[in-house]
């Protein structure tokens, strides 16, 4: 499974967003393979609703996942595999990153030519 | 004002997430310097708590800027300098975006050597 590009189709609000910003230490240590990895297994899980990721030349990137309750993310956050990687961002491929867990009260948006 | 690099140090939860992603339309069209002045604007706001804003080589961007409260959301969004560029969003610069306003209710961070 590639990266997705672009934006998440996600259902009515409210449901939830974890916006995960991160600022990466040089080189990748594999991080590459890891994070397409994370990508593809928290899009296999229950309440999962969809993933808008984007790095910039600078380092610094912004991944938000959306999700249909806190118990999805909750379980997310306890999955074996995710766990080892959070280890790995701690010890190697993060220099500093922020989580927040939002609840989704509305939503708009636009397409031209929609 | 230059464009925030990195990440936002906002206060303890709960605050609202304006989550804002985009797709590009190709060409600058005057879009670098508009953006850069919409930071420099909402910045400026009463109830601003701080942005995080990415766009990859593919055209995808998210900005994510964070709030005291809802009214300060809806004061920003009814700016004229801001609907002014709103409208040209949706004329010129952008193919496509999405708008999530979400509260913020749980927040964590990691920082090397902190």
Chains 1, 2 share one sequence.
Not at 9 to 38: C, K, N, Q, W
Not at 69 to 75: G, M, N, R, T, V
Not at 85 to 105: K, L, M, P, S
């Amino acid at each position: 499974m590639s990266m997705p590009a672009g934006l998440a189709h996600t259902p009515e609000p409210p449901y939830y967003a974890v916006i995960f910003t991160s600022r990466r230490t040089a080189g990748d240590h594999g991080y590459d393979a890891l994070s397409r990895r994370m990508v593809e297994l928290s899009a296999g899980r229950d309440g999962f609703l969809g993933l808008e990721t984007v790095r910039g030349a600078d380092g610094v990137g912004i991944t938000v996942s959306y999700w249909r309750d806190e118990a999805a993310i909750l379980a997310w956050k306890r999955d074996p595999e995710h766990q080892l990687a959070q280890r790995g961002g701690r010890a190697t491929w993060y220099d500093a990153y922020e989580i927040r867990i939002a609840r989704v009260e509305r939503a708009y948006g636009f397409a031209r030519g929609a």
